[in-house]
């Protein structure tokens, strides 16, 4: 199974660093799979099983793009791990599906492992399983969906850090129809904790889980996966 922490704007460098030591001698023995994404002032270099990734970068090598960092600074420390299509990027940061898929391409031509979320609002999941599938479609809208180092996130918005996850019928419904779209490995995200993992986690076809608040303590995030 794949656990993905996404700590968004929490932690520090200090903090990234102690976690990660605790991660590594936590996750020692676990034949899963561990990723995390710190804040970019803590991005560093991990030379165990714990993969670091960037939750975001501009689809350039270096230039004037106030703000926002690229290639030659993940580069630095080794990071070719990066999580695409967010929603609060989509949302909050105003990302449109051409400028998502323009950085996927970019960071696909860099050889990236590319964590790539989609998600409907409320509304949309108000009007129906037919109308959720329609609008994630859209969000594969020119993205390279046999690109061998892709991982897609469902986590649909009306869960994320709401507390109210999507059911386990809502999950392996929509699950089966993105796997029909894209047969890659594929994460729920969206309230995952420590009372709903073992349900999620049982669902068919859940391949793992990207997690926010509940992953901010490292043993919680650890125990998530036993
Ligand atoms: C997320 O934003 O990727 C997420 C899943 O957040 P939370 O677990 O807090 O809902």
């Known amino acids: ?19 990660l030591l605790a991660l590594e001698s936590l996750a020692q023995k676990s034949s899963d799979e561990f990723y995390i994404f710190p804040p970019i002032s803590a ?8 993969t670091i990734g960037s939750q975001n970068a501009y689809p350039v090598n270096n230039g004037a793009f106030t703000g926002e960092i690229g290639l030659e600074q993940l580069e630095e420390f080794g990071i070719k791990t990066i999580l695409i299509g967010h929603s609060e990027r989509r949302v909050l940061l105003g990302e449109s599906q051409e400028f998502i898929a323009k950085k996927f ?13 989609i998600g409907e609002p409320l509304e949309v999941r108000k009007e129906g399983e037919l109308k959720v599938i329609e609008f994630l479609a859209e ?8 690109y061998e180092n ?5 986590e649909p918005i009306w869960a994320i850090g709401t507390g109210v ?26 309230s995952v904790n420590s009372s709903n993992i073992k349900n999620v986690l049982a669902t068919q ?3 793992g889980v990207l997690v926010g608040s509940a992953s901010l303590d490292v043993q919680n995030f650890f125990n998530l996966s036993k």
């Open 1 to 19: 199974m794949i656990f993905a922490a996404n700590f968004k704007t929490n932690h520090t460098r200090a903090s990234t660093k102690e976690y």
């Open 43 to 50: 991005l560093c270099s991990s030379a165990s099983k714990i």
């Open 105 to 117: 391409e970019f960071f696909k031509n860099n050889d990236f492992k590319i964590i790539y979320c």
């Open 139 to 146: 969000q594969f809208n020119a993205i390279d969906i046999n």
């Open 150 to 154: 892709l991982i897609i996130a469902y």
């Open 165 to 190: 996850s999507a059911t386990n019928d809502q999950i392996a419904l929509t699950h089966k129809a993105i796997k029909k779209i894209c047969n890659k490995p594929l994460l729920y995200g969206g």
């Open 205 to 207: 076809n859940v391949d």
